[in-house]
T-cell receptor, first 113, second 111 residues
């Protein structure tokens, strides 16, 4: 499957902990986007990387960080977790850095207890 | 500020009835507008984009720059159209690039 792959599917952790979410983009895509979807909220744009470099930043908390590696996979690191960080985190990829349709992964459901 | 507004959380229509999912945006430049759809147990996927000006699965959407709207329409709803629909905008304003989504509208097509 050459689509967007996100791991893990589910993650349950305690407050104060740190987790890493992983995303492998669709084959040939250079951009990776991260979104957070909380209950009754839309998709909140967090951050975008293009070919290894940060391209755009949205409403990403300072406790969160991300990077894109030379093989183009990306990781989203969430630290000092709070109950309110419980959400579905989506990764999406596109072939260019602006305006192309996004291809989404299935998301990682994070539960902070 | 850049914003995408979908005023309806839920829209229920009967099979065969016309459908219009509303999307309004605020943006200071020339954005790209998209509609994405998420069917049950499937991932979010592109439905259509305004620059293509095409009809997908019977859906169309016209960009109205005067009203800053990009409403999604279908003349005759089918049960398989039941899904979550998201309007999205991408573009650069004040040197900042964003790809943002509305809160989504759940469409239920009743038999």
């Amino acid at each position: 499957d050459s689509g967007v792959t996100q791991t893990p599917k589910h993650l349950i952790t305690a407050t104060g902990q740190r987790v890493t979410l992983r995303c492998s983009p669709r084959s040939g895509d250079l951009s990776v986007y991260w979104y957070q979807q909380s209950l009754d909220q839309g998709l909140q744009f967090l951050i975008q990387y293009y070919n290894g470099e940060e391209r755009a930043k949205g409403n990403i908390l300072e406790r969160f960080s991300a990077q894109q590696f030379p093989d183009l996979h990306s990781e989203l690191n969430l630290s000092s977790l709070e109950l309110g960080d419980s959400a579905l985190y989506f990764c999406a990829s596109s072939w260019d850095s602006w305006g192309s349709p996004l291809h989404f992964g299935n998301g990682t459901r994070l539960t902070v207890t | 500020a850049q914003r995408v507004t979908q005023p309806e959380k839920l829209l229920s229509v009967f099979k065969g009835a016309p459908v219009e999912l509303k999307c309004n945006y605020s943006y200071s430049g020339s954005p790209e507008l998209f509609w994405y759809v998420q069917y049950s147990r499937q991932r979010l996927q592109l439905l259509l984009r305004h620059i293509s000006r095409e009809s997908i699965k019977g859906f169309t959407a016209d960009l109205n720059k005067g009203e800053t709207s990009f409403h999604l329409k279908k003349p005759f709803a089918q049960e398989e159209d039941s899904a979550m629909y998201y309007c999205a905008l991408s573009g650069t304003a004040s040197g900042t690039y964003k790809y943002i989504f509305g809160t989504g509208t759940r469409l239920k097509v009743l038999a």
